[in-house]
């Protein structure tokens, strides 16, 4: 049986200096985050002549375009989670390394170093919003990367010839069970008018995953003197930039108005099922909505909904996502409108974690890792 069994590599320019990942993406459980671990190679005649090897776990927030960064100002700023000399080592290799930094190290030999990182508790997801279609640059949002370079200190301006940089993600899948259905009930009375009107809103279940179809049930009872003319229902995404006290935004991803069944005369009912469905697709020129943390040449999806532990555990970095149905009637001009809004999660579904076996011993080092040259981050297929 053959399986492919993937390794993340990627070279400073001067080739000195590699950084090896089984992976990229690390999921945050609320109870904790899976540890970053690889290892990092290193050219022995490099380091011989007194270099001192730093590696970092970083996360970057850029709040504004990089295009306006003129005259030394900068919109990002780099919190370092953690800052580890690796070379001239300062404490001993750990014995508890994965399978494959196990591997790695035999293969790659004395001069491959593992690694281990562990994210903070209250660690930010990733989250990029997406940019206009004019605006080039690096778009704003969180992200992570892990960093290796030669440098005096932890602090000392790195060259880009000796530096490796890869980015990774940090996020979060849905929990595997539902919880309660949202329902909720708005009625609105009338100065002068006798009565009142009441909308009820109710949705299938609180949890979706993305590319499911929202199936808003809708009804309202008029017992006032008014006419309903039309209904309208959209999904709004909320985001919630922590750093800034204003930073709160709304944006409708998806909307359906419609009049089937109006007016709604006073006295009479109607009960109805509307269905939405966010999506990228009809929203990719759409500036500033919120999308899952990119790695290059990945397809971005819509945001996840942030889960938090407690509503105050709220990194300083973070950008907080949330998700809600809102229905509106339409009374008229002089009347106004009723409204109701519901939250719900979007998330992706854990995938099915299978067991992957490590390659087979009896394979050459050169037909486990295959230098790509040319490509920054390389997928590098392990096959067993």
Same mark, same amino acid.
């Given at each position: 049986?053959?399986?492919?069994?993937?390794?993340?590599?990627?070279?400073?320019?001067?080739?000195?200096?590699?950084?090896?990942?089984?992976?990229?993406?690390?999921?945050?459980?609320?109870?904790?985050?899976?540890?970053?671990?690889?290892?990092?190679?290193?050219?022995?005649?490099?380091?011989?002549?007194?270099?001192?090897?730093?590696?970092?776990?970083?996360?970057?927030?850029?709040?504004?375009?990089?295009?306006?960064?003129?005259?030394?100002?900068?919109?990002?700023?780099?919190?370092?989670?953690?800052?580890?000399?690796?070379?001239?080592?300062?404490?001993?290799?750990?014995?508890?390394?994965?399978?494959?930094?196990?591997?790695?190290?035999?293969?790659?030999?004395?001069?491959?170093?593992?690694?281990?990182?562990?994210?903070?508790?209250?660690?930010?997801?990733?989250?990029?919003?997406?940019?206009?279609?004019?605006?080039?640059?690096?778009?704003?949002?969180?992200?992570?990367?892990?960093?290796?370079?030669?440098?005096?200190?932890?602090?000392?301006?790195?060259?880009?010839?000796?530096?490796?940089?890869?980015?990774?993600?940090?996020?979060?899948?849905?929990?595997?069970?539902?919880?309660?259905?949202?329902?909720?009930?708005?009625?609105?009375?009338?100065?002068?008018?006798?009565?009142?009107?009441?909308?009820?809103?109710?949705?299938?279940?609180?949890?979706?995953?993305?590319?499911?179809?929202?199936?808003?049930?809708?009804?309202?009872?008029?017992?006032?003197?008014?006419?309903?003319?039309?209904?309208?229902?959209?999904?709004?995404?909320?985001?919630?930039?922590?750093?800034?006290?204003?930073?709160?935004?709304?944006?409708?991803?998806?909307?359906?108005?419609?009049?089937?069944?109006?007016?709604?005369?006073?006295?009479?009912?109607?009960?109805?099922?509307?269905?939405?469905?966010?999506?990228?697709?009809?929203?990719?020129?759409?500036?500033?909505?919120?999308?899952?943390?990119?790695?290059?040449?990945?397809?971005? !999806? @819509?945001?996840?909904?942030?889960?938090?532990?407690? *509503?105050?555990? +709220?990194?300083?970095?973070?950008?907080?996502? &949330?998700? #809600?149905?809102?229905?509106?009637?339409?009374?008229?001009?002089?009347?106004?409108?009723?409204?109701? !809004? @519901?939250?719900?999660?979007?998330?992706?579904?854990? *995938?099915?974690? +299978?067991?992957?076996?490590?390659?087979?011993? &009896?394979? #050459?080092?050169?037909?486990?890792?295959?230098?790509?040259?040319?490509?920054?981050?390389?997928?590098?297929? @392990?096959?067993?």
């Amino acid at each position: 049986m053959v399986v492919n069994f993937k390794v993340f590599k990627k070279s400073s320019p001067n080739g000195k200096i590699s950084v090896y990942l089984g992976k990229r993406d690390f999921i945050d459980y609320l109870s904790g985050v899976e540890p970053v671990d690889g290892v990092i190679l290193l050219d022995q005649e490099y380091v011989d002549g007194g270099r001192i090897v730093w590696a970092q776990l970083i996360c970057s927030f850029r709040y504004g375009r990089e295009e306006d960064e003129v005259m030394g100002l900068n919109f990002q700023k780099d919190l370092y989670l953690v800052s580890e000399q690796i070379y001239p080592p300062t404490k001993k290799m750990e014995a508890n390394l994965t399978r494959l930094q196990e591997r790695l190290v035999r293969k790659l030999g004395a001069n491959a170093i593992p690694f281990t990182f562990t994210f903070p508790q209250s660690a930010p997801s990733s989250v990029t919003l997406q940019p206009g279609p004019d605006e080039a640059g690096e778009p704003c949002g969180v992200s992570y990367c892990v960093k290796v370079y030669s440098g005096e200190s932890e602090t000392d301006v790195t060259h880009k010839r000796s530096t490796v940089s890869l980015g990774i993600r940090k996020i979060q899948y849905a929990p595997t069970k539902q919880g309660r259905q949202p329902c909720t009930v708005v009625r609105k009375d009338f100065l002068l008018s006798p009565g009142e009107l009441e909308l009820e809103v109710t949705l299938d279940k609180q949890l979706y995953h993305h590319g499911e179809r929202i199936a808003v049930n809708v009804c309202v009872r008029n017992n006032s003197n008014k006419v309903v003319k039309k209904i309208k229902a959209l999904v709004q995404q909320g985001i919630d930039v922590v750093i800034f006290q204003n930073g709160q935004f709304r944006t409708v991803i998806d909307a359906v108005e419609t009049q089937d069944g109006c007016p709604i005369n006073p006295g009479s009912n109607l009960q109805k099922v509307i269905y939405l469905k966010p999506e990228l697709e009809n929203n990719k020129h759409r500036r500033g909505i919120a999308l899952d943390g990119r790695l290059k040449r990945e397809d971005g !999806e @819509l945001a996840s909904s942030t889960l938090l532990t407690s *509503p105050d555990v +709220r990194d300083s970095f973070g950008i907080v996502v &949330s998700y #809600a149905v809102k229905v509106k009637l339409y009374l008229g001009a002089l009347a106004g409108e009723l409204s109701a !809004e @519901l939250p719900f999660i979007l998330m992706q579904p854990k *995938p099915s974690e +299978r067991v992957k076996p490590m390659p087979s011993e &009896s394979l #050459a080092f050169e037909e486990l890792i295959q230098e790509e040259k040319g490509n920054e981050d390389a997928n590098l297929p @392990l096959k067993a």
